[in-house]
């Protein structure tokens, strides 16, 4: 048994930065009502052509892997979390694989929409650690602009959600008192619907039925969100989610030297330090500047963090998610 390491990390973010002023040109908004909200000024939109959700985690991997000293062709396995595919199918796994030029290994993507990066990293994790592989590429990366209502009656979602990417490559550890020390994971479907895009699908409305129906007023190919159900539950499996990957690890809330919370909305974060009694030191949030980058959030938040040194050999590092399913996640980890 092994347990596996974080070897590098690199994240991703698009130039074109739209505020919450520029957002208030099309939308009936302004910054007070946003960052009141929500926390965020600002965030990344794509350009359309410029950029991708696989682009923007192929670039992400690359810093991730000069980073890790692994080398390509030593990668064994790919982990691609997002909500947001280049196509249908085939998801983006294989569009990472065939662009960053690797060996011809396995690629699973994730549909956990918020908490997916948790879940790809459990999922790599497991690998690393029954032998299977040796080097594994966890990647989150989402656009969600081009797929937004841009207009006053999408304002209540369309001002939270930013574009960027983020990646680990996860690695073999042999000593047992560092890396991946657990991961915990969760799902409670009754409230999928609270958290959905119910269209294109092909249980629900496929793209057929949008053509022939061309109706100006279905809104089931936007995103909706009931937005004071999921904070009121998220706040509460955030904290259960912390709470059993520290008892699972014989670890107190005292041992925790940074929470990367996932960046769904800073009032939350915010919430969720002054219910554990952290300093702004012990949990760190960029939702202020990105939005919420979905299953880019945790690495771009972590990948952040790590860069400014506030993340060092040692430490005891919280990782939490919850989101659309619901699903919700925590992963413990020892620097």
């Known amino acids: 048994m092994y347990h596996s390491k974080i070897a590098g990390l690199g994240f991703y973010v698009p130039s074109n930065v739209v505020t919450n002023d520029d957002l208030s040109k099309i939308i ?30 192929v670039k992400a991997a690359e810093i991730a892997i000069e980073r890790s000293g692994v080398a390509k062709e030593d990668i064994d396995f790919i982990v691609f979390a997002t909500l947001s595919p280049d196509y249908y199918f085939p998801g983006p796994g294989v569009l990472v694989q065939r662009d960053l030029g690797l060996r011809t290994v396995g690629a699973l993507d994730v549909r956990n929409q918020c908490s997916g990066f948790i879940y790809a990293l459990s999922v790599a994790d497991q690998y690393i650690k029954t032998g299977m592989y040796k080097n594994v590429l966890v990647i989150g990366s989402e656009v969600h602009s081009t797929g937004l209502d841009m207009t006053s009656r999408g304002r209540g979602v369309s001002v939270i959600f930013g574009d960027g990417a983020g990646a680990a490559v996860l690695s073999r550890e042999e000593d047992l008192t560092k890396g991946i020390l657990s991961t915990h994971l969760h799902s409670e479907g009754q409230h999928a619907e609270e958290l959905v895009l119910t269209a294109p699908g092909m249980g629900a409305r496929w793209v057929t039925d949008i053509l022939a129906d061309n109706d100006p007023d279905d809104e089931s190919y936007f995103p909706h969100m009931n937005g004071q159900f999921v904070f009121k539950n998220a706040v509460v499996r955030f ?21 990367i919370p996932h960046q769904a909305n800073l009032r939350i974060s915010q919430f969720i330090q002054k219910k554990f009694g952290l300093n702004d030191d012990q949990v760190y949030n960029n ?14 938040a972590l ?33």
Do not use: C
Request: glycine share 10%.
């Open 28 to 57: 009936d908004t302004n910054d007070e009502w946003i960052q009141e909200r929500t926390g965020i000024q600002e965030r990344r939109h794509i350009i359309r052509g410029e950029d991708t959700t696989t682009s923007m985690g």
């Open 239 to 259: 904290a259960e989610v912390i709470n059993e990957g520290l008892e699972a690890n014989n670890l107190s809330v005292s041992n925790i030297d940074m929470l």
């Open 303 to 335: 990948t952040e963090a790590w860069e400014k040194g506030k993340i060092k050999s040692g430490d005891t590092v919280v990782l939490a998610a919850f989101g659309s399913g619901f699903t919700w996640g925590s992963a413990i980890i020892r620097w």
């Open 287 to 300: 939702i202020q500047q990105y939005g919420n980058t979905t299953a880019a959030s945790i690495p771009i």
